[in-house]
């Protein structure tokens, strides 16, 4: 039979078979009885038996994803063991301190009752003041993305940012191998013991490979990296290399991974609290012995024994012997000065140093003897330290250049339009874009900064925002040129150069001075876009910079064409059925390889003869010299090497002959 | 052998189920005996004056005295095979677990709990199988305690014995001091921190729940008082607290030291029976 009466708190927290559903989390003040757990050590041995107190308390430390702490949640057990499996102990008594017992410091001096044999008694508590625990750990995740194109650059003298929110870059199509380091170092004054690391990292990452200076025994599954590591002694220091791949495909944001170390405080406990004192009794007797010395009656030679019945070792702390009366002061041993007791063996026995004393009959005494069972304090704290994620950029830009003019004209001074089209399709803003065009020999860049115009969506960009370069600076076209353009480096005014999803335009005219039709003409085309380090806007130090040059596939290429013309137009009469009759053919032949457009013909007639017809539109008008007439016909278009025809029928109209040599007349064409 | 299951008990005989009945601690009385076998043999109340069915109304005529018959050890030499097994499955081997047997293992543990001195015990003989006032007690400081047991304490059970006891206490005007629900088991979302209201008075419920495990001793262990001052059989306690408290209500105090004597009510032989100290101390009356 048997039944106990349980409190909210335990019906709520307990875990055992009585109750039925999930415990909540324990917490507050709870004293109670529980069953001996196996980590405490027995030291029983069929004699010897210890009173165990272990103070063990449970941290966890959280930080943002910069290392910076957000709260500390932590508990702590005092359990007291009785470890001997037939002897209990009673009236025991516990006393300890810590700023940590908020609710406790009236109560720091707690009566825990009776010890049955083998049992032992928990007192939790809560650590309310963390905030004023210091970090045990110094951590720091660095982060790099070792694809060639992306470089690291520092206007500054390139210190580590370590307190700062970083973006981390990863390329956009293409397989990144990024590498986490993790340096451990313990910056607390105590060894740190039984180290396990754990790294969280998302389903994107593949081909993860791990590095340690410390551990060779690591576990690596589908999300998670997990190692144990060797101990670190106060100011040690341990790295973490962990070497993974990620391929993003599309704009997403991939997770840097959480991790969390834990380790042990071996001898100690964080929040200060201390056992002071425990005391508690078990099996013990004390009595005086009194014996009548042989040579002399009624004188007594008396000594106190103290014999301890238990399987504990017990301190005699003092012995105080008075008369009945208590009115003289026989005997007093304090035994502070030996360490503040003397201890008694289990079955062992102390006895005190003979006092004499004379009375007729047997002397009796007045005693107090104060002992307790002896104890030892046990304590170690579990701490894991968490560490949130970050999130990993994308970055991606996509280039085109147009030029406006189809082509030109070989060995033609001529201006080309040239306009560069930089798109953002990345998930970070560009903060700062450098470009470099290399300009062939026979043409040349404007270096008026004003002939460049850069458009975004929201309208163009002031020029303050530009800077250009021409090297060398001068306007011989004899040798190439390097056109850098730097947008947004020097003044480092605008927030963004290109916001995501945004665009860049710039325009700006090359001069082709000479161009030669036979050369090829290459202008190659980098653009170097500037991501800011850090995610603080004003902290504008440090970069990471993208190469991305213009393939020869997207470049829109200069055709330099080389025209002559060559135009040929023959005149042949024909005379007709009579003799009054001709037929004038004209023949234009375009010999070049350039189409002829608006080619015009004009032949000339007397006025005794009459036009019958043509062939084409024509347009008859009278001629500046009198007695003619005037004939236009204007051929649309010659293709090269074409011919084209015009024939067209006169008819004398006169009554006197003509002849053909007034038909050969001024021609024009 | 151990006394853990009546099924895997090498001998069922009736002479050695009665030998370790008559163990039961503390001892039955004749009426005890009486409403028990009532109780568990589902027959007619034995005393009953009251209505016969009114389950689901609770009434004073339900209640009939338990237990005052103190000098009236009950005879179990008449108990049938059944009855013998189910008393060894309830208060020796404890495999039962169902409400009737947590409700008379309550009985028995109510004889020499520490921290309740019992006056007088009411006994409902017409109880709800899904919640119900079960015994009225009164103690000697005159304080009246309802108690309801359950084999698993739910919401829904509780808030009906809530209900049918303010139903109870208007009906015949008794301002209970305490509500006990005593339970094999219990959910953990039972409100024991809300105060029950009865007419005009808040009482806290109490939670009490069936130990298992704590003690020194096993079920087959006979334990020893002194110098025989004592025989107790182990099954009757499942904590030493408990075996304490008997011993307080059934010696003179004074040193007591406690022994147990290994495997006694399953050993072949008596032979060589090892006996260890298992308690040392001090009661004082």
């Known amino acids: 039979m048997g039944f106990k009466k349980v409190d909210y708190d335990e019906l709520k927290t307990k875990i055992g078979p009585n109750f039925l559903g999930i415990p909540l989390r324990e917490g507050g003040k709870l004293i109670e009885k529980t069953y001996r757990e196996k980590k405490v050590e027995t030291s029983y041995t069929g004699s010897f038996s210890d009173v165990v107190i272990l103070n063990e308390e449970f941290l966890e430390y959280d930080h943002d994803n910069l290392g910076k702490r957000i709260s500390i949640l932590g508990n702590g057990n005092i359990s007291v063991f009785n470890n001997s499996i037939k002897d209990r102990i009673w009236d025991t008594n516990l006393q300890f301190t810590g700023s940590q017992f908020d609710d406790q410091k009236d109560e720091n001096n707690i009566n825990l009752g009776i010890f049955e044999p083998s049992s032992n008694k928990v007192l939790k508590y809560e650590i309310v003041t963390s905030d004023e625990l210091s970090e045990l750990v110094k951590v720091f995740e660095k982060i790099e993305n070792k694809v060639e194109d992306l470089e690291s650059i520092s206007s500054t003298d390139g210190n580590s940012s370590e307190v ?36 969280f990292l998302p389903d994107n990452f593949y081909d993860t490979e791990f590095k340690s200076n410390t551990s060779k025994d690591f576990k690596i599954t589908r999300n998670s990296i997990e190692c144990s590591l060797n101990k670190l002694n106060p100011g040690e220091k341990t790295e973490i290399l962990i070497s993974t791949k990620v391929f993003p495909k599309k704009k997403e944001n991939i997770k840097t991974g959480k991790f969390e170390i834990s380790f042990h405080l071996i001898e100690k406990v964080i929040s200060g609290v201390k056992i002071n004192h425990f005391s508690g009794y078990s099996h013990a007797m004390h009595a005086i012995k009194k014996s009548e010395k042989n040579y002399a009656p009624n004188h007594w030679q008396c000594s106190l024994i103290f014999e301890n019945h238990s399987d504990f070792k017990m301190k005699l702390k003092s012995i105080l012997i008075y008369d009945k009366s208590r009115s003289k002061k026989i005997l007093e041993q304090d035994f502070s000065d030996q360490g503040g007791s003397t201890v008694v063996l289990p079955r062992g026995k102390f006895q005190s140093e003979y006092f004499d004393y004379i009375d007729k009959k047997e002397p009796t005494f007045t005693r107090k003897v104060k002992y307790s069972v002896d104890y030892k304090v046990e304590s170690n704290s579990t701490i894991v330290s968490k560490y949130d994620e970050n999130t990993f950029e994308v970055a991606n830009v996509l280039i085109k250049k147009k030029i406006a003019e189809e082509e030109i004209k070989s060995f033609q001074e001529s201006r080309i339009n040239s306009r560069i089209i930089i798109n953002n399709e990345g998930t970070i803003p560009v903060k700062g874009l450098r470009m470099t065009e290399r300009i062939p020999e026979d043409f040349l860049p404007p270096r008026d900064i004003s002939e460049y115009k850069l458009y975004r969506s929201s309208g163009a960009l002031e020029l303050a925002d530009l800077e250009i370069k021409v090297i060398p600076d001068d306007d011989d076209p004899l040798h190439e040129h390097l056109l850098e353009l730097s947008v947004n480096l020097k003044n480092n005014r605008l927030d963004s150069v290109i916001e995501v999803e945004d665009f860049l ?144 029928y006169l008819k004398n109209i006169s009554t006197t002959d003509v002849n053909q040599s007034e038909l050969e007349s001024y021609f024009v064409g | 052998m151990n006394l853990q299951y009546y099924e895997t008990m090498d001998d069922k005989s009736e002479e050695f189920l009665s030998y370790l009945i008559e163990q039961i601690l503390p001892y039955f009385t004749k009426s005890e005996l009486e409403l028990y076998l009532a109780d568990i043999d589902k027959s007619k109340p034995v005393k009953g004056k009251g209505t016969k069915k009114s ?114 206490a208007k009906k015949e005007n008794l301002l209970p001091d305490q509500i006990i629900f005593a339970t094999n088991k219990s959910f953990r979302n039972i ?95």
Request: glycine residues 4%.
């Open chain 1, 505 to 648: 335009e710039i325009k700006y005219p090359l001069k082709a001075i000479t161009p030669d039709y036979k050369k090829a003409y290459d202008f190659p085309l980098k653009v170097y876009s500037y991501y800011p380090k850090s995610t603080d806007v004003d902290d504008n130090n440090e970069f990471f910079t993208i190469m991305d040059d213009l393939s020869k596939m997207d470049q829109s290429a200069i055709k330099i064409s080389h025209k002559r013309r060559k135009v040929m137009v023959g005149k042949e009469i024909f005379p007709g059925r009579s003799s009054n009759e001709f037929a004038i053919y004209i023949v234009a032949r375009n010999g070049s390889n350039i189409k002829l457009s608006d080619v015009s013909v004009t032949d000339t007639f007397p006025d005794s003869f009459e036009l019958i017809s043509a062939n084409l539109n024509y347009d008859v008008s009278k001629s500046n010299k009198d007695g003619e007439q005037k004939i236009s016909f204007t051929i649309d278009t010659i293709l090269p090497f074409q011919e084209r025809e015009i024939m067209y």
């Open chain 2, 191 to 285: 409100p024991l921190d809300t105060p029950i209201k009865i007419i005009s008075k808040e009482v806290i419920p109490t939670l009490m729940v069936e130990k298992a495990g704590d003690k020194q001793f096993k079920r087959e262990d006979l334990l020893i008082v002194n110098d025989s001052e004592l025989k107790i059989a182990g099954f009757n306690f499942n904590s030493t607290e408990d075996l304490l408290n008997y011993v307080y209500r059934h010696t003179n105090g004074g040193q007591i030291s406690i022994f147990r004597q290994l495997d006694f009510f399953t050993a072949v032989s008596e032979e060589d029976l090892e006996v260890d100290l298992i308690w040392k101390g001090i009661m004082i009356k």
């Open chain 2, 55 to 168: 389950k689901s109304k609770a009434t004073s005529k339900n209640y009939v005295s338990i237990g005052e018959d103190i000098d009236k050890k009950a005879d179990l030499s008449k108990l049938k095979p059944d009855q013998l097994k189910r008393l060894f499955q309830i208060y020796i081997s404890r495999e039962l677990n169902d409400k009737k047997a947590v409700k008379w293992r309550f009985y028995q543990n109510l004889k020499y709990m520490s921290q309740l001195h019992v006056e007088s015990v009411k006994y409902n003989q017409n109880p709800d199988p899904a919640g119900s006032i079960d015994f009225i007690i009164e103690t000697s400081q005159s304080e009246i305690l309802l108690a309801s047991c359950h084999d698993i304490l739910e919401l829904n059970h509780y808030n009906k014995v809530i209900s049918e006891v303010v139903n109870y």
């Open chain 1, 164 to 199: 700062k929110t970083n973006n981390y870059i990863l390329r956009l199509g293409m397989e990144n191998e990024v590498t986490f380091a993790i340096s451990i170092e313990n910056v607390s004054n105590s060894p740190l013991e039984k180290i396990k690391f754990k790294k």
